[in-house]
């Protein structure tokens, strides 16, 4: 069973519409930490936030903002405003307290069409 | 100087060949990672180290030959490689290879086996 899931493969949306991306997990730890990235064409991946699962305040940066769900185990991504340098595949991550291993989901690419 | 730097950025070999993938951080940090990355799978954890020791190896094939001379450089021997092995792979580094520290990513090489 995947730990990480994204079920959006695709979306696209025109510029200034909000988008939220969706990231479901699955972990037995009582300790983890999850993450978003960013992966632009050119291909490295840019972190964008880390969120540790004592922490269930949800966090606001700019037009981005996180929405952390323990009782769904979901850790939402929501931008608002999209603009067309938004475009990029976005993955979400967990890594458990206890294991030594980053689980990445297959990603979501995110076209914001002028 | 960007964060991480990878080298070449693409290429092409043939099964026989032998060739190496060259990864540098300049971001002091003392875990460094290879990832592959196949469409429209996750990120697969590849090789870990942590002070220019290997900590991980996820049942890599031993056609894959990682090598990290210190903390800031880390390779990835390549020899008698598949088309299967086509990806991208991409270097990682972390202040320590605890998984509660976020990774910072190079931009990938663009590997083709012919």
């Known amino acids: 069973a995947q730990k990480v899931t994204q079920a959006q493969t695709e979306i696209s949306v025109v510029e200034k519409e909000d988008v939220t991306l969706d990231c479901v997990y699955e972990t037995r730890d009582t300790t983890y930490y999850l993450f978003w990235y960013k992966q632009p064409p050119s291909g490295e991946l840019v972190f964008l936030i880390r969120r540790n699962s004592f922490d269930e305040q949800n966090e606001i940066s700019g037009r981005y903002s996180w929405n952390f769900q323990k009782s769904t185990s979901s850790f939402n991504f929501t931008i608002t405003a999209s603009q067309v340098v938004d475009s990029a595949v976005y993955f979400c991550a967990l890594s458990e307290g206890a294991g030594n291993q980053f689980y990445f989901g297959t990603g979501t690419s995110l076209t914001v069409i002028p | 100087e960007t964060g991480v730097t990878q080298t070449p950025r693409h290429l092409v070999m043939g099964m026989t060949n032998k060739k190496s993938l060259k990864c540098e951080q300049h971001l002091g940090h003392n875990a460094m990672y290879w990832y592959k990355q196949s469409a429209k799978k996750p990120l697969e954890l590849m090789f870990v180290?942590?002070?220019?020791?290997?900590?991980e190896n996820n049942s890599v094939p031993s056609r894959f030959s990682p090598e990290c001379p210190n903390s800031s450089h880390l390779f990835l021997h390549l020899h008698t490689l598949q088309p299967e092995d086509s990806a991208l792979y991409l270097c990682?580094?972390?202040?320590?290879?605890?998984?509660?520290?976020?990774?910072?990513f190079g931009p990938g090489t663009r590997l083709t086996v012919t």
């Open positions: 180290y942590s002070l220019e020791e290997r900590v």
């Open positions: 990682a580094s972390s202040q320590a290879a605890d998984y509660s520290y976020e990774q910072y």
